[in-house]
């Protein structure tokens, strides 16, 4: 039985709520539909690792770097008499969600209604909050809202939303179709959630990682930003966890929507679905592709 053929079999009999998983390697695709539904699905925060992608593109092109303040790139956003603890903060410390609020700044579009809330303007809400940690070395606050930021001055450095841009830059070297991303009331891309993607186009967003930011013979990101993206050994980086062995990592959001990268034999699988058994998958189906 193929690697692939254990992980359908572990969904079939242990994840009811299964939608699709996939598998591709340079040479060969192929998918597993458990239940008739749309071709694209919400990946939640898997939409994060995404939206660093953009920064890892315009960081070699010498836009912009991680280690630039969110400050420096917005400057006249920011609202009267805003912390100015603000002005440390770096793009790092946002993706790493270390930006120093509190659990107040995150604005759930899945579980709140921010118009009820009166949080419809998200920048708005997010720059005026105090900060409350050291910016970097304060607790992890994980936070829809820091990828969120992250686009915003990806836009404010392309002049394009953080969706057009990437469509521009990544999804159509990935030939990705049928795809979608959602917008707070501004038009601004959500970037920590909301992106809608078919299983075939997050495998060969997999796939592009595995292979050192190639795809198709085209050069995406460089692997020197992939290796700083996906985190120290055991730790979260830039909307990607790495392993505790350091030889795969993985991007994920609620409910099991997973991505799984495997550099060392340049594979990748992915899964969409509700209640997905990531603690199984992690321990019976990834040591399949580590042999």
């Not at 993607?197 to 990682?209: F, K, N, Q, V």
Request: proline share 4%; charged share 20%; glycine share 12%.
């Amino acid at each position: 039985m193929t690697n692939f053929e254990e992980l359908t079999k572990l969904l079939e009999k242990n994840a009811p709520g299964a939608y699709m998983a996939a598998e591709m390697t340079e040479n060969s695709y192929q998918e597993k539909y458990f239940r008739l539904g749309a071709g694209a699905h919400n990946t939640y925060s898997l939409s994060k690792s995404v939206t660093s992608c953009a920064v890892g593109i315009l960081e070699h092109e010498g836009k912009l770097r991680d280690t630039d303040t969110v400050y420096s790139h917005i400057p006249d956003l920011f609202p009267t008499g805003y912390d100015k603890k603000w002005e440390t903060i770096t793009l790092a410390d946002v993706m790493h969600h270390k930006t120093g609020y509190g659990p107040e700044a995150n604005i759930d579009i899945d579980a709140m209604d921010f118009w009820a809330d009166g949080h419809e303007d998200f920048l708005g809400h997010i720059l005026s909050l105090p900060i409350i940690h050291e910016p970097g070395k304060g607790p992890f606050v994980y936070c829809d809202t820091n990828y969120y930021l992250i686009g915003i001055v990806v836009e404010r450095v392309t002049g394009m939303t953080l969706y057009e841009f990437l469509q521009l830059r990544m999804f159509n070297k990935l030939k990705w179709r049928g795809h979608a991303w959602g917008t707070c009331p501004q038009n601004h891309t959500l970037g920590g959630t909301g992106l809608f993607a078919r299983i075939h186009d997050l495998c060969s967003y997999g796939l592009m990682l595995s292979c050192g930011g190639v795809y198709d013979g085209k050069q995406i990101l460089t692997p020197e930003w992939i290796e700083k993206a996906r985190g120290e050994i055991g730790n979260y980086g830039y909307g990607f966890t790495n392993s505790p062995d350091g030889r795969w990592f993985f991007t994920g959001g609620a409910y099991g929507q997973a991505v799984y990268i495997f550099p060392e034999t340049k594979r990748t699988f992915s899964v969409l679905g509700h209640d997905m058994p990531i603690g199984m998958i992690n321990t019976q189906i990834v040591p399949l592709y580590l042999e």
